[in-house]
């Protein structure tokens, strides 16, 4: 038996749209034609500078979360969805805004932090499988001794500790 607030909100959902009814639609991973956009448009920015907390493509930088958000913004609204947020920091997408993947394809999110750490710290989207235990990966990071600085398509190590976990984005249907 339904409440009379269950009723309630039926008879004033009821003449609304569909796509006005998509805020209470349960989240969806995203699918692989929004994933593999995500992965093209982070390729766009390959070469822009890094900036810690960097939000904005341009003209400053951009962190590694910002790139995240940005490429999944520009494939999600290409393909009629959106993102859940439109700001959260690497921890908050592996905790809140992902499903859990095993095995990651093209476009899905890598997180890592420390060594011999359990916090996450940084977050790149995943390209591809690459032989020896490693993978590519597009993010954006700024590490002197290795002379990275921005927005690179490069490969890391799946073994050397850093590693946290792969997710899939969350998306809803676009408004």
Known sequence: MRSLRTVSLLLLLGPLTGCATSLFLPPKPAPAEVRQAALEEATRYIGMAYEWGGQELRPRGIDCSGLVVNAYAA?????GY????????????????????AVPQPGDLVFMGEPGGSEISHVAIYDSPAEGGRMWIVDST??????????????????????RSYGRMALRPAL
């Not at 959106?82 to 993947?101: G, I, K, N, W």
């Not at 290795?146 to 398509?153: E, F, K, N, P």
């Not at 890391?156 to 500790?161: I, L």
Request: aromatic content about 8%; charged content about 25%.
């Open 75 to 79: 494939a999600a609204a290409s393909h």
């Open 82 to 101: 959106a993102l859940l947020f439109s700001d959260a920091t690497a921890s908050d997408m592996a905790e809140r805004y992902v499903f859990p993947v």
């Open 142 to 163: 700024q590490i002197p001794s290795l002379g990275i600085d921005g927005v690179t398509r490069r490969l890391e190590r799946t073994d050397d500790g850093w590693l």
